[in-house]
């Protein structure tokens, strides 16, 4: 390796590397999927499905212009299950994993890069946590596939039935809402309690994000020594509380909401029973939050649970986990940040802890930056399709957050619309926070000492 190419090297980013290699991943499944061979028709695969379809599946969205359950052969499905499993768990965490298990070592450079993909405080410990990360995935997907194969191999005989369950189950954890059941998705199972129960538990797994699952082991551990889960809550750090305080009031706030305003609409909840009702509006609220997996077509929901379901959407799962969105850290900050400021208090505080002024700037910026390609979305995908507002509206959200649920247009898509989709999806999936992260670092990097003198700018 030349001495400039080594210079290069050392300077690249984590996000640059997760960038390139998020393309990669795409132009490699784009040829490959265009192949004869992974269509079930024998004959090729238009260039702009394939790029679509390995778009979609890298940046574990889910949203299609042809069904994955039909137009895909066996070698099609297994390319996209690799592409999703990759996408999932990331460029950086799976290299990391290749050097251990072939007993490589790992530089301070390379550790470097871990903590950044990582969103680590720390170098100490960062491959130890790519080795628990892998394993836990690939624990928590297999444990998913049973009650999967619980329904499918009788419904698709064994060989079929099991691998649709391990695609599931993969798809599930990793929130990309793809599956190869049928051409709509689990709307055959809308009344299935173990379909149900076990794919939302697996979004959430997914969701929450390894940090919390971390914490709550560590804190399992220490309750079982103890034989005691007094202090239980109170040993868990402020990262894993917050979630876990906003992910269940999301849950199950989105589910009351969806509940109200479906409750007798002849198109989603009208038709059900009222434990159906119940399961299927904790479906929705879960699947919302990246996952992209639906029981009702998205399309027979009221307009405000179209709304509901986009703010939640928006907002997403939690940091370092499989999902997208703006992270249920992020709102929470923004918000508390919101109401320190209305109570005229200088800091936002949480359980007697204040929040730094520091991430309280990148939550804005994360924000900004995730509405802002949000709106650049739906101008450059309304111009392409001329589609209703709220059809559009709902494709680009999904899109930016990398949810994977449509109100039924994706398949109308002509090219140009495709292209822009994968832009959408290829800037969701690498994240406002890493734009965020990639331009703070800039900014730092030509910071000088000088403090400038303030000046007032009116507000409101």
Known sequence: MSKTSTSLFKTIRAEQIMGLGFIAMILIGTVLLHLPISAADGLATPWSDALFTAGTATCVTGLVTVTTAVHWSLF??????????????GIITMVTFMMIIGGK?????????????????????????????????????????????IVFIPEFGPAKGLFSAFFNAVSAFCNAGMDIVAENSLA??????????????????????????????????????????KGFWKNLNLHSQLVIVVTTVLIFGGAILILLFDWGHASSLGPLSVPEKIQAALFQSVTTRTAGFETIP?????????????????????P??????????????????????????????????????????????????????????????SLCTGADFLDVFYEVLSGVNTVGLTRGITSTFNVPAKIVMVIVMFAGRLGPVTLAMAMTRRANSAQKSIRYPEKRIMIG
């Open 320 to 381: 370092f986990g499989t999902a997208g969105g703006m992270k249920t850290t992020t709102v929470a900050i923004m918000v508390l940040a919101c109401l320190a400021y209305y109570r005229g208090e200088d800091s936002a505080v949480v359980n007697s802890r204040a929040i730094r002024s520091a991430d309280v700037r990148a939550a804005m910026a994360v924000i900004t930056s995730g509405v802002l390609m949000s709106i650049i979305g739906i101008i450059a995908l």
């Open 76 to 89: 099609g499905q297994i390319v996209i299950l690799f592409l999703i499993q990759l996408g999932g768990l």
């Open 188 to 229: 055959n199972y809308v009344s299935n309690p173990i379909i149900n129960i076990n794919t939302m538990l697996i979004i959430i797994a997914g969701g929450l994000g390894y940090l919390v699952w971390f914490d709550l082991g560590k804190g399992i551990k220490k309750a079982v020594q103890k034989r005691s889960v």
């Open 105 to 149: 070592r790992i530089s301070l450079r390379s550790r470097k890069l871990i903590s950044d993909a990582c969103n680590l405080d720390q170098l100490h410990g960062a491959v130890g946590v790519i080795r628990g990360v892998v394993i836990m995935t690939l624990v928590t997907e297999l444990i998913g596939t049973i009650p999967y194969a």
């Open 298 to 318: 998205q399309a027979g929901f009221t307009d405000a649970t179209a709304m509901v379901s986009a703010v939640l959407m928006f907002i997403g799962g939690s």
